[in-house]
């Protein structure tokens, strides 16, 4: 197989249950790869060298033997080191947790070790997942593999630059603000962002069984759309541990989107300026897109900015309180964007319960008003963030210029619980990729992968980073 380590993942499975390639010679070759790049990347905070081969060793006998293989026999994956692998550390990007070892599997990681896929190690994150930038004082920063002087984005930038890279053929990220679709949209692949309880984030640290667990959720990334496809179908489907979980067939099951379906370009004043590429990105998705007989017209979303500043209350106060309460008497272990963070999350009074629940009741009353507008415009089309990715480092929590102004197209789903997908769509002037944002109504992850995978097709074959 030509460039195997870039090959799709329904293409690797093929050729596996075909025996035109064997999952020792894949693992072999995705583990030589990792050694050559994670010098100069740093995707990985965590390589199971000897897992893997084992686990390659165990699926080419039952192969062998003829006994049914996986969904996902043999292929490479990787997956956030925030998320429980058991016997792998998980330090989700801070000392405070350098010495942590899971004992158990989370629930999405033993499905994709159920379907047959072979996991080579975890990835790098922020400390505590809170930036858009990946660097701490564990393992250091991910750089992104377009450009290694520019970030991979956060807060699973390891994840996509592993998979950018060709170092896995996808795997779990986690989103909790635009984790999931900003690193995608930084390097070039693809991330989704599901409704809460699609994917159980049982195991995920921080975990995300609080009042307001429905802000974050875990999440598939891959090179592909179909890739992201399959990922999910393993995934999703309920778990003990997470309240929000839902049965796996709970959403509408569109494998095309329908023609004549109304597509909004969501347009609004309070998201703030994108660069030129990345607004011409937008208009080349809007007119493919139109091209496949789907509607796309302007939409507005009255209420955005009301969604943007409840986002904010319970990502900036409400966890900035919980995080200083946990990390009190230990500042001088933080690395700087922690510490940056959790300034810019202070409040200038007290957090108290009255306004906790009133935030709760308002976050509800704006999701109720985003899904009114929506009736008969089930999907968005939008960008991911206000630019491609920026230099190591340029990225911060300053008021006026920093993540809350340049990152808020991705923030808003969070608050709604809506799911969101980043597709890329094309190249910035300095080579770097440029995705765009597509949007559903909750549970409707099928219909909104239908019409992004249209998207895809319409757009060409995707184009691997030069690093070869």
């Known amino acids: 197989m030509n460039n195997v380590h870039y090959a799709p993942i329904p293409e690797i499975v093929r050729q596996i249950h075909g025996k035109q390639i064997s999952p020792v010679e894949l693992t072999e070759w995705q583990l030589a790869r990792i050694a050559a790049w994670q010098p100069k990347l740093n995707a990985f905070v965590h390589v199971d060298m000897e897992g893997a081969k084992r686990r390659a060793r165990e699926a080419e006998a039952a192969i062998l033997r003829g006994e049914p293989a996986g969904r996902l026999c043999g292929v490479p994956v990787s997956i956030k080191s925030c998320i429980d692998v058991a016997g792998w550390p998980s330090p989700a990007g801070s000392l405070l947790r350098a010495n942590e070892i899971p004992l158990r599997h989370a629930p999405m990681a033993q499905r994709l070790l159920d379907a047959g896929a072979i996991p080579m190690g975890n990835t790098n994150t922020p400390e505590f997942l809170m930036a858009y930038e990946t660097d701490n004082r564990v393992s250091g920063k991910t750089s992104n593999p377009w450009n290694l002087a520019h970030s991979s984005g ?7 630059a592993a998979i950018a890279a060709g170092l896995s053929a996808g795997g779990i990220g986690s989103d ?5 679709r900003v690193p995608a949209h930084f390097c070039g692949i693809c991330g989704l962002k599901p409704t809460p309880g699609r994917i ?9 069984t609080s009042a307001f667990g429905w802000l974050g959720v875990v999440g598939p990334m891959a090179r592909t759309v179909a890739d992201l496809r399959l990922l999910f179908e393993v995934m999703k489907g309920p778990d003990s541990g997470d309240a929000l979980s839902v049965p796996a067939g709970n959403a509408a099951a569109e494998k095309f989107p329908p023609r004549k379906m109304r597509i909004g370009i969501l347009e609004d004043p309070a998201l703030g300026r994108v660069t030129p ?26 209420n955005l900015q009301r969604m943007l500043e409840l986002w904010w209350f319970f990502f900036g106060t409400v966890i900035g309180e919980l995080l200083r309460a946990q990390v009190r008497g230990k500042e001088s272990w933080l690395s700087p964007q922690l510490r940056e963070y959790l300034e810019a999350a202070r409040s200038d009074s007290p957090l108290g319960m009255q306004e906790f629940v009133a ?20 999907v968005l089309l939008s960008a991911v963030c206000s630019g491609p990715a ?3 480092g340029a990225g911060n929590w300053q008021p006026g210029t920093g993540y809350r102004e340049t990152m ?27 995705g ?3 949007t559903a109504r909750p549970f409707e992850e099928e219909l909104l992968l239908a019409v992004a995978e249209r998207l895809e097709q319409a757009r060409g074959p995707w184009e691997a980073p030069p690093l070869d």
Request: proline share 7%; with cysteine.
């Open 408 to 434: 808020r197209h991705a923030q808003w789903l969070n608050l709604t619980g809506m799911p969101g997908i980043s597709v890329l769509m094309g190249r910035s002037s300095g080579g770097l990729p440029v």
């Open 277 to 302: 590429e990345t607004r011409e990105a937008v208009e080349r998705a809007a007119k493919l897109l139109e091209d496949h007989g789907l509607i796309v017209e302007p939409f507005r979303l009255e």
């Open 200 to 208: 159980p984030a049982t195991g995920h640290f921080p975990p995300g």
């Open 359 to 378: 935030n709760c009741a308002a976050r509800d009353r704006e999701r109720a008003q985003v899904l009114r507008a929506m009736e008969n415009v089930p």
């Open 436 to 438: 765009v944002q597509l």
């Open 154 to 160: 956060g807060s699973s930038g390891g994840e996509a």
């Open 390 to 392: 920026f230099r190591h």
């Open 176 to 180: 909790g603000g635009g984790s999931i």
